[in-house]
């Protein structure tokens, strides 16, 4: 039977973060978790469901972009998509009045990421496999037929990729056999919010320890006295055995980036996350050449657009750790793009997470590049934090510090109907009850 896209829901989903502080960092001090929330209908009854992260306000914004761009998936037949899977990307991408609200970049991006990860949960769920499973199993040639290369072929070919995927075939069956017994390496965040008190700090870090986690992140940038006392604070708490990187998300210029980061260097933190710009390549470049001969490294990438600054990133040599996100770029994709980009130019992919369901997605993405790309976990890590896993049917799962592979179907997307319900925005259950009780102010739009 040919199974055609019958119709798409899109949802917005919010969670109450910001009233404890939760996600918060120098630019962002109120977070409310978020999520533009895409189900595709098939005439199969089997459906794909995908999202893309938002903080709350504007999510409405990404909704209608789901909606207005889904005219170019409602009736499609799916095989004609994932057999065509780059120019069908490029379709959503390129549409010809909508790009002009892009091009691939900001509420339009975050549509085609939401709309695009959908897809591959769908794609995934057809094929009754996770998603890392299902892109460890592609051939090289199918695996690049999803690639729109427009744009990145003075970097990297179809060809180059091809050639790259069959020199990493060779140890992929160990490999996959290492990762379903070992799980892939992450870090926690959770122990730095700018907003949490020192307690918390300490009694977070002693968590995580306890859990076996040897890497450890924290957020500065809005005091630098704070911020000593904060990094001298962790460091004492985890010992100098253990890593600690550190993210300004964005809050400085290029210069003061390098003299603030001057004054952490005691703290020996091995990554400036988001020094300033996500769109400052030169900028980054400077700070990552200024603070090189200090052992301290420049990591981005959660909120780039698109794979032309990646691209550029890399070829600036502005960044030591690449951090795709998999909710901003187009979808995975875009993003396979940038990790073939990487490999090509040597800089280790460390995803961001966090966020609602980012942690579920990046994971299918890190184990397919260590069985069938980089075939190596040495200097990389994803990010991991502890919190709204429980409003997902397939939640992430952790043991000994390391993510460990998903089993079930899909891309680890699908939100519990019971979540929906108390979290849809403005009217779920939850939602009323807190205007009501006053902790939030109804804004109409
Ligand atoms: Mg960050």
Avoid at 224 to 244: H, P, T
Avoid at 355 to 362: A, P, T
Avoid at 381 to 400: A, G, K, L, M
Avoid at 431 to 437: G, R, V
Wanted: aromatic share 10%; glycine share 6%; charged share 25%.
């Amino acid at each position: 039977m040919e199974i055609f896209i019958t119709d798409i829901d899109v949802k917005d989903v919010r969670f109450p973060t910001s009233l404890l502080a939760d996600g918060s960092d120098a630019m962002h001090t109120d977070p409310d978790y978020s999520c533009a929330y895409v189900t595709l209908k098939t005439n199969k009854g089997i459906e794909g469901y995908g999202l893309t992260f938002t903080l709350g306000r504007g999510t409405e914004i990404v909704v209608q972009a789901c909606k207005s761009m889904s005219y170019l998936v409602k009736g499609q037949k799916v095989t004609e998509i994932f057999a065509n899977f780059g120019s069908f990307w490029r379709k959503l991408t390129s549409e010809t009045q909508l790009r002009w609200l892009g091009p691939e970049k900001g509420v339009t991006h975050l549509a085609t990421a939401a709309i695009i990860n959908a897809l591959w949960d769908l794609w995934a769920r057809l094929e009754n496999k996770p998603v890392w499973k299902l892109l460890v199993d592609l051939t090289p040639e199918q695996l690049v037929s999803t690639i729109d290369f427009r744009y990145i072929t003075d970097v990297i070919t179809k060809e180059e990729v091809i050639k790259m995927l069959k020199e990493s075939e060779k140890g992929k069956t160990e490999r996959e056999e290492l990762l379903k017994k070992n799980g892939y390496p992450a870090y926690t965040t959770q122990v730095g919010w700018l907003g949490y008190s020192d307690e918390k700090m300490k009694t977070l870090c002693k968590k995580f320890l306890d859990l076996g986690f040897t890497s450890f992140k924290a957020k500065v940038g809005q005091n630098l006295k704070d911020d000593i006392r904060r990094c001298k604070l962790i460091r004492e708490m985890i010992g100098n055995e253990n890593k600690l990187m550190v993210d300004a998300n964005q809050i400085w210029d290029v210069n003061e980036s390098i003299e603030w980061m001057k004054e952490l260097e005691q703290f020996k933190p091995i990554w400036i996350e988001e020094p300033t710009s996500p769109d400052d390549i030169l900028g980054h470049a400077k700070i990552a050449e200024a603070l090189r001969p200090h052992g301290i490294g420049v990591a981005t990438g959660e909120m780039c657009a698109n794979r032309v600054i990646f691209k550029q990133l890399l070829q600036a040599k502005a960044i030591d750790y690449c951090q795709i996100d998999s909710a901003r770029i187009g979808g995975i994709n875009e993003i396979l793009a940038v990790y073939f980009m990487c490999k090509k130019l040597g800089v280790p992919v460390c995803p961001h997470a966090g966020g609602i369901g980012l942690c579920e997605m990046v994971q299918h993405l890190q184990m397919w590049d260590f069985v069938s790309l980089s075939g190596s976990t040495d200097d990389r890590v994803i990010e991991y934090v502890d919190q709204q896993h429980e409003y997902f049917e397939h939640p992430v799962r952790i043991h000994n510090a390391c993510y460990m592979p998903p089993m079930s179907s899909g891309y680890s997307t699908k939100l519990k109907d019971n979540c929906i319900k108390n979290y849809i925005h403005p009217d779920g259950i939850q939602w009323k009850q807190m205007y009501e009780k006053g902790l939030f102010q109804k804004i109409s739009c």
